[in-house]
T-cell receptor, first 117, second 112 residues
Framework: EAEVAQSPRYKITEKSQAVAFWCDPI?????LYWYRQILGQGPELLVQ????????DSQLPKDRFSAERLKGVDSTLKIQPAELGDSAMYLC???????????????FGPGTRLTVL | KQEVTQIPAALSVPEGENLVLNCSFT??????LQWFRQDPGKGLTSLLL?????REQTSGRLNASLDKSSGRSTLYIAASQPGDSATYLC???????????FGAGTRLAVHP
């Protein structure tokens, strides 16, 4: 069964260090999403790609976060420098297409749990 | 701006009960709505995607309804089991690119 893959599953780092997360969406899915979930809350979108283009990064803290999807397949989310408040679960999701179309189901990966000390 | 509220925030029931989880949203101009399950420390598992043209969608013991006009969706769980214990999240989309907006979820505990 096709799944969204993420690595690493867990990451512990010290503040001011750089961290990177990787996501491989379901094969053929054009749209890729990165969400952040703080403990006890629902996920919140950080950035959305349609193929290799960013279509929504309105909630991405651009002074320290960056994301890329160079070939329109897998994606990397980077934080530099990490801060204590970045401790959270980082979730990647994919869907066949974006654009608010009917029947556009999103599938999530297992997430990366980040702890910043 | 889409806002989502889920009631109750937490629920503890004995095995075998039929359950109702409620979700309300502020922007009714949606194409669909997804319900997810999340186990502690894990990612989200899609349970049901209900289209705006449908009123109900069923999968096994789960049934989701959607009433766009009132901004509400309901997830019914029949004959609950301990394995149903998890957090349940509803997520309508927002904006032109299908960004999902999540509530804080309902944390369900089913005890034997």
């Amino acid at each position: 069964e096709a799944e969204v893959a993420q690595s690493p599953r867990y990451k512990i780092t010290e503040k001011s260090q750089a961290v990177a997360f990787w996501c491989d969406p379901i094969s053929g899915h054009a749209t890729l999403y990165w969400y952040r979930q703080i403990l006890g809350q629902g996920p919140e979108l950080l950035v959305q790609f349609q193929d290799e283009s960013v279509v929504d990064d309105s909630q991405l803290p651009k002074d320290r976060f960056s994301a890329e999807r160079l070939k329109g397949v897998d994606s990397t989310l980077k934080i530099q420098p990490a801060e204590l408040g970045d401790s959270a679960m980082y979730l990647c999701a994919s869907s066949a297409r974006g654009g608010g179309l009917a029947g556009n189901e999103q599938f999530f990966g297992p997430g990366t749990r980040l702890t910043v000390l | 701006k889409q806002e989502v509220t889920q009631i109750p925030a937490a629920l503890s029931v004995p095995e075998g009960e039929n359950l109702v989880l409620n979700c309300s949203f502020t922007d009714s101009a949606i194409y669909n709505l997804q319900w997810f399950r999340q186990d502690p420390g894990k990612g989200l598992t899609s349970l049901l995607l209900i289209q705006s043209s449908q009123r109900e969608q069923t999968s096994g013991r789960l049934n989701a309804s959607l009433d766009k006009s009132s901004g509400r969706s309901t997830l019914y769980i029949a004959a609950s089991q301990p394995g149903d214990s998890a957090t349940y999240l509803c997520a309508p989309p927002s904006g032109g690119y299908n960004k999902l907006i999540f509530g804080a979820g309902t944390r369900l505990a089913v005890h034997p």
